[in-house]
């Protein structure tokens, strides 16, 4: 099936270093959204994107909806060692008349204390 | 307001045997999804519904059946476990807005 290419698929970085991912497709999308997984748990949503351009953040997390509507990336500053876990972004396509989630294959980020 | 919940949390199974994934969901969302999470293959789409009587499948839906009998709940059934089943499984739902909420998984493991 259809996925979002997700980069980088890892991530080892030191505490306080700032994180940037990205997504990129050959689709156009409606709806970009990035989501956390802990070790153990269910993804938990962060930040939702519903326009092109559009740039919202949620404490130390910024993420961005492409203008092209191809692409997104987030970005987390001052990173933590309560960062580390997997992240993974979803989109919903503009074409068809469906509503299902396109899923990147996530980017694993552990933190150096 | 418990969100998404999924029971249980961890099960083995023997190849053949049979199970229930049990998922509920207290929003009022029209939407449900079952996903299976294997590593490296990021979450899989399993079935889906758009609403209470309403479903089809997903990418991998082989081996995994769904009914949508209410509005809260959206079972998966596995009829005869394979050890390919090996996962993690995950329910979502979701409502008007794309913004998607995941119960907290089912481990389960087919020897």
């Known amino acids: 099936g259809q996925q979002l290419n997700q980069s980088p698929q890892s991530m080892f970085i030191q505490e306080g270093e700032d994180v940037s991912m990205n997504c990129t497709s050959s689709s156009i999308f409606n709806t970009w959204l990035w989501y956390k997984q802990d070790p153990g748990e269910g993804p938990v949503l962060l930040i939702a994107l519903y326009k092109a351009g559009e740039l919202t953040s949620n404490g130390r997390l910024t993420a961005q909806f492409g203008i092209t509507r191809k692409d997104s990336f987030l970005n987390i500053s001052a990173s933590i060692p309560s960062d580390v876990g997997i992240y993974f972004c979803?989109?919903?396509?503009?074409?068809?008349?469906?509503?299902?989630?396109?899923w990147g294959l996530g980017t694993s980020l552990a933190v150096n204390p | 307001n418990a969100g998404v919940t999924q029971t249980p949390k961890f099960q083995v199974l023997k190849t053949g045997q049979s199970m229930t994934l049990q998922c509920a969901q207290d929003?009022?969302?029209?939407?449900m999804s079952w996903y299976r999470q294997d590593p490296g293959m990021g979450l899989r789409l399993i079935h889906y519904?758009?609403?209470?009587?309403?479903?089809d499948q997903g990418e991998v839906p082989n081996g995994y059946n769904v009914s949508r009998s209410t509005t809260e709940d959206f079972p998966l059934r596995l009829l005869s476990a394979a050890p390919s089943q090996t996962s993690v499984y995950f329910c979502?739902?979701?409502?008007?807005?794309?913004?998607?909420?995941f119960g907290p998984g089912t481990r389960l493991t087919v020897t």
């Open positions: 519904s758009v609403g209470a009587g309403i479903t």
């Open positions: 979502a739902s979701r409502g008007t807005v794309d913004e998607q909420y």
């Open positions: 929003m009022n969302h029209e939407y």
């Open positions: 979803a989109g919903r396509l503009r074409a068809g008349n469906n509503r299902k989630l396109i």
